[in-house]
């Protein structure tokens, strides 16, 4: 039973396959050409340095969005000031001292990260509220907005912080070690810089997930469209601006796409800071292995 | 081209052979060469190889050896920036035109790299993908010929009964007659092995090397090899290859027993005699 | 200080940040039982399930449509989204010119940033109009399908591309060196070796899903009912939190917080199926 001829295999197969996979890309590519052709034609329409810099007029139809973007760089500043040195403390721990530490309490350290990672935005924003607004006293404001998004970008950094000391060459630990070198030292002269381009596409990719944020700010940092004058005014943020202006103010949508051009623009500039630090990032890494 | 490359330039035509078998031709190379971007992997190759025996590839490392075997079932096309130039004849035709059936030649010419290349599933199914894509459709066929393969390598009687353990469990030497079988049970022509002992311990190289001898006569064989020893004793021709002017070339072609005794050029004959390489 | 002190205090204060980052989750899990236990005391949990509807001001608690809702919206949008990104990535990786595949993925990470908000507003702008003028309102389950799709797929994507990246680069040589055609590669060596990795990433995007707030918020209407079709509008149990927080008071408050506590109850289980989908190491399990 010995069989002398194989068949011809199933052409269509390939064919089939090759045209669906050309067809998802077009219909992705034809999907992301629409939704940003539609945002810049209408958006660039409001686009001008007084729109950047003006305060609203008529509940936001008109006017600009100068306070807005205030509050929105405020309450990021506070979102890192508070994230980055909780974040990178506990990464270094988790790199650094994993073995000493007992695994059930790492285990609990990166289970409950990811269940936070997950976390519904607006499940977020009842604890922040419940937290920081209510039982801390902070009230509607720009300190309460910025503590719950710290909340939420802390995973990310933590796990891209991470990943990057991880992947500092293990000789540089066993050449200070075998040189003496106190853990702190090390820490601070060698790995921490050599991680430093990680840790920084970390913060930038935080900087973005900030800047999206919308659920978890409004019964948090408030509505106002006021220039704040402090961090425990309220203020409201970009995003929480494109929702309010386009379900709530009737006329409000032309606002609204300036602003949404102008949250886009924001992000792009950090997607390719990203895009620059990584391969910033990668040169370095095979300089060091 | 000097007067070491002369007589190599009328190879393409058997009469003109130098070496002293007059073998039926399975396929011969015409000035093929190789380049990657701009730098040239190997430049000018008019290679004969004969039906039914084993042609050992030798020289030092960096020589192309590697990417000429690779080239002859067209390989280099999964590197972006690759170029050929030259033929390739098997039995009358160009087998780098674009119009043949790649995967028919790569059934009927197999390839065994030098590191195992086992698929990370059952050792059943390391057979039954390849031959069902091929066409074959009867379970007891694929079984049948999946046996036949095994016994052909002398593992059926080590893996029979475990046929559904992953094939990465098995030992390197175990997985690269696995290897070996799997492109038997195509039922191929001719096998091109890169260097298939290399990454072996010495018990498994003898084992891989007794298995290659035995497959003469009825299969064609091209082994790229850095063991001379290797090649003396199983190899029926010889091309050494070397590195000039940046790109691998072949220097000298002949029956192994000349090449190893009788070196016509002075690099072979360094080589062989180990005085360089 | 010494040195040997320095080393001591620098694992103390690394340990005290690494316990405050972690507590976060169980401070949130507390508040949220604390402020949840009002309505749950004066209700009870039944309730929640078997009242005849969501009028909270009346005492009716009954959260069963909005969870179906959200269940809806979010089956639908992965039925939509996950052949699209997984043919994505199949181009991306193997299909398109290389040139292409660049653009294309750069194309797909921009999508990635795009704030959910942003989807939303375009969604309300454009899209509901169009599924409008085919039957009224327009804010409806398929607006809110079409938008969470879009949103979870550049992810999806993303995930497909680099499982696809990692296992071609270890087993394309060989399977194309067996004479193996593309399709075949890509059906009985890709796919099935992808597939815990892409199992994962799919259960973590679900949790994303389930979680979205404020584009379903601007697009599926807000009527708390459970939709028998695609053009009815209706309203997620996220979208309920963040419309009824601003000015719920007593127990209709607390009975926001029980439904924010099961929404994080189902982000933990599918946080857990992921981890256990992750674990299952490939070469025990013979394909």
């Known amino acids: 039973m010995i069989p002398t001829q194989f068949n011809k295999t199933t052409p269509w197969r390939d064919k089939l396959l090759a045209t669906s996979a050309w067809l998802a890309a077009a219909i992705v590519s034809l999907f992301f050409i629409w939704l940003l052709s539609d945002i810049l034609w209408h958006g660039i329409q409001r686009l001008s340095w ?55 309490s790492l285990r609990y350290i990166r289970g409950s990260l990811d269940v936070l990672a997950s976390m519904p935005s607006i499940v977020l924003g009842l604890f922040g509220s419940a937290f920081f607004c209510i039982l801390l006293g902070f009230g509607f404001s720009i300190l309460s907005g910025g503590l719950t998004l710290a909340c939420m970008v802390l995973p990310l950094l933590i796990r891209t912080a991470e990943q990057g000391l991880r992947d500092v060459a293990h000789e540089h630990r066993t050449s200070a070690a075998a040189l003496g070198l106190s853990r702190y030292s090390t820490l601070l002269h060698i790995i921490i810089p050599a991680a430093a381009p990680a840790i920084m596409v970390g913060i930038v990719l935080s900087v973005g997930r900030a800047l999206a944020e919308t659920a978890a700010l409004i019964y948090t940092a408030g509505y106002v469209t006021r220039m704040p004058e402090s961090i425990f005014d309220s203020g409201r943020t970009l995003s929480i601006h494109i929702y309010d202006l386009s379900m709530n103010v009737p006329g409000g949508n032309s606002t609204s796409y300036g602003s949404a051009l102008v949250l886009i623009i924001l992000l792009l500039f950090i997607n390719i800071s990203t895009a620059w630090l990584n391969e910033k990032y990668f040169t370095r890494k095979f300089k060091h292995a | 081209m000097t007067s070491n490359q002369a007589h190599l330039r009328a190879v393409p035509q058997p009469a003109n052979h130098n070496h002293p078998q007059r073998q039926k031709l399975y396929l011969y190379t015409e000035n093929l060469s190789l380049y990657y971007a701009e730098q040239a992997a190997f430049m000018d190759i008019s290679l004969p190889v004969c039906q039914g025996k084993i042609t050992a590839l030798i020289g030092p490392s960096g020589c192309g050896k590697t990417s000429f075997i690779q080239s002859i ?34 059934k009927r010419i197999g390839l065994i790299f030098q590191r195992p290349t086992p698929f990370p599933f059952s050792i059943r199914k390391n057979f039954s993908l390849p031959l069902k894509e091929h066409g074959m459709k009867r379970h007891d066929e694929i079984e049948h010929m999946m046996e036949t393969a095994l016994k052909d390598v002398g593992l059926w009687g080590e893996v029979n009964g475990r046929l559904e353990h992953p094939a990465t469990t098995l030992s390197g030497g175990q997985q690269q007659r696995l290897c070996i079988a799997r492109a038997l049970a195509l039922r191929p022509e001719a096998l091109l092995l890169d260097e298939p002992c290399s990454a072996l311990d010495p018990h498994s190289s003898r084992a891989v090397e007794e298995l290659i001898e035995g497959l003469k006569e009825r299969y064609t064989l091209i082994m790229v090899t850095h063991n001379l020893a290797q090649a003396k004793r199983i190899a029926d021709l010889t091309a050494f290859f070397w590195l000039q002017e940046n790109a691998g070339r072949l220097i000298e072609y002949g029956s192994t027993e000349q090449i190893f005794k009788n070196p016509q050029h002075a690099l072979t004959q360094a080589y062989v005699q180990g005085r360089s390489g | 200080m010494s040195l040997l002190h320095r080393d001591l205090l620098l694992h103390w204060v690394l340990r005290i940040f690494a316990l405050l980052a972690s507590l976060i989750v169980g401070l949130i899990a507390i508040f949220l039982i604390v402020e949840s236990f009002p309505v749950l005391n004066h209700v009870g949990l039944l309730a929640f399930f078997s ?167 601007m697009v599926c209407g807000n009527v708390v009912q459970t939709p028998s079709h695609l053009f009815e509008p209706m309203r997620t149990l996220t979208s309920n939190i963040a419309l009824e927080m601003a000015y719920a008071m007593d127990d209709h408050r607390s009975a926001l917080f029980v439904s924010g506590f099961i929404l994080l109850l189902i982000v933990i289980g599918l946080v857990i199926l992921s981890n256990l989908l992750v674990k299952e190491p490939n070469d025990t399990h013979t394909v």
Not at chain 3, 51 to 61: C, G, I, K, N
Not at chain 3, 102 to 125: D, K, N, Q, T
Not at chain 3, 144 to 164: E, Y
Request: charge should be neutral; charged fraction near 10%; glycine fraction near 8%.
């Open chain 1, 50 to 104: 007084d729109f950047l810099t003006s305060d609203p007029l008529d509940a936001g139809r008109s006017g600009g969005i100068g306070p807005i973007i205030v509050s929105t760089l405020l309450i990021l500043t506070i979102c890192l000031v508070v994230a980055i040195p909780i974040g990178l403390g506990c990464a270094i721990y988790l790199a650094e001292y994993a073995q000493q530490a007992h695994p059930a």
């Open chain 2, 73 to 106: 079932i067209r390989m280099h096309e999964l590197t972006p920036y690759a170029r050929i130039a030259g033929k390739v004849y098997k039995h009358g035709q160009n087998i780098l035109d674009k119009g043949l059936d790649l995967v028919q030649l790569r």
């Open chain 3, 51 to 217: 009242d005849a509807s969501w009028h909270p001001t009346e005492q009716l608690f009954n959260l069963l449509p909005m969870l179906w809702a959200s269940l809806m919206v979010v089956v639908g949008a992965l039925i939509l989204s996950i052949p699209l990104s997984l043919l994505s990535a199949l181009f991306c990786e193997f299909y398109a010119p290389t040139r292409l595949a660049v653009i294309y993925r750069r194309i797909i990470e921009l999508l990635a940033g795009i704030p959910s908000v942003i989807y939303g507003f375009w969604g309300l702008v454009v899209l509901v109009p169009i599924i409008a003028s085919i039957e009224a309102p327009g804010t409806s389950l398929l607006a809110g399908i079409l938008v969470l799709s879009f949103m979870i797929l550049p992810t999806l994507t993303l995930f497909a591309i680099t499982a696809f990246h990692n296992i071609s680069q270890q087993q394309i040589a060989n399977s194309m060196a067996l004479g193996i055609s593309k399709a075949g590669f890509i059906c009985h060596v890709i796919l099935p070796l992808a597939r815990p990795a892409l199992l994962a990433g799919t259960v973590l995007q679900t949790g994303r899903a389930i979680g979205e707030t404020m584009a379903l918020l």
